[in-house]
């Protein structure tokens, strides 16, 4: 079941790269009272992921702090050394996106938005979706119809349906 608006985002442990090496980060301490966007994406380096669902979220970063927004974070079918690659390459970690990787989609899965297509070499992986959290509850959802594109999960859409609220 996929999740949606009024849902607890499911708890888990996913993984971020820090000065000292990868390290575990529990979700309840990223989502307990706190608004979060929170963004997920195919992979690291993939097509639309890199020119357009991430590069969205670098564009309006200061626009969810303005908004009130505690943290913005990135989650990803990907190790955290990738992720880490990804982010200075990108320039997430610059304006302060917080990439997560989900290693062994265990939250993917629990979100219900992991898919596989082995004709292009993603196994495992998350659909393209980007959501609004407060206190770990959904308040905005927003799931890419067509995977290839980032139109309703860009940084630009969700904050126009936080600011709607």
């Known amino acids: 079941m996929t999740i949606s608006v009024g849902d607890s985002l499911p708890l888990g442990t996913v993984l971020e790269m820090t000065d000292d090496g990868p390290a575990p980060v ?27 669902h991430l590069p969205s979220f670098i564009r309006t ?36 996106i917080r990439m997560l990787g989900d290693a062994e989609c265990k939250f993917i899965k629990a979100l219900g938005l992991d898919f596989t297509a082995p004709p292009i070499g993603l196994i495992n992986r998350s659909s393209r979706f980007a959501l609004y959290a407060e206190d770990g509850v959904v308040k905005v959802f927003h799931l890419e119809e067509d995977g290839g594109q980032c139109t309703v999960s860009s940084g630009e859409s969700l904050l126009e349906a936080i600011k709607a609220l």
């Open 26 to 52: 529990e979700l309840e301490a990223v989502l307990k009272g706190r608004k979060v966007a929170l963004f997920g994406l195919p992979g690291a380096f993939t097509g639309p992921c890199s020119t357009a």
């Open 61 to 96: 970063k200061a626009q969810f702090d303005e908004a009130g927004i505690d943290e913005v974070v990135c989650v990803a079918v990907n190790d955290p050394f990738v992720l880490n690659a990804w982010a200075k390459d990108s320039g997430a970690d610059k304006v302060g």
